[in-house]
């Protein structure tokens, strides 16, 4: 069942409606996030599938940066779903989708030859200090 849910996931994520691709980008989401990838336990992933990544993403604008540069790139729409590209350990750029969960941008990648897919998790991160 986990594996189906799973599927689902994947399909319904890298599936692109029309709409999402024609609505403006927003900056109402704009902030610091944490961005985790893991090698998705849904797929039957190849050995030399590189596991999972933590890096820093910026929004402003609605456009995604990372920290260090080059690895996440991508803009978030006004009705709150994100499509981007994060690069593999070659270099290689693949496509990433989601939507915002909350405080969270959950997603999921899947290799342009299908052997390896991602789940993409987007932490919104907050300042501690008090203002």
Do not use: H
Request: glycine residues 10%; proline residues 2%.
């Amino acid at each position: 069942m986990r594996s189906v849910m799973g599927i689902l996931a994947l399909a319904t994520a890298c599936a692109l409606p029309g709409w999402a691709t024609e609505d403006s980008i927003d900056d109402r989401f704009d902030g610091q996030y944490r961005a985790v990838t893991e090698l998705a336990d849904y797929w039957d992933n190849a050995e030399e599938c590189r596991a999972g990544m933590e890096f820093d993403v910026v929004l402003e604008d609605g456009n995604f940066s990372s920290q260090p540069a080059g690895l996440a790139k991508g803009i978030m729409t006004s009705d709150g779903y994100f499509k981007g590209e994060f690069a593999l350990a070659d270099k290689k750029l693949v496509d990433f989708e989601g939507i915002v969960e909350g405080n969270q941008i959950i997603g999921s990648a899947l290799a342009p030859d299908e052997s390896c897919a991602w789940q993409v998790t987007l932490t919104e991160q907050f300042d501690d200090k008090a203002y």
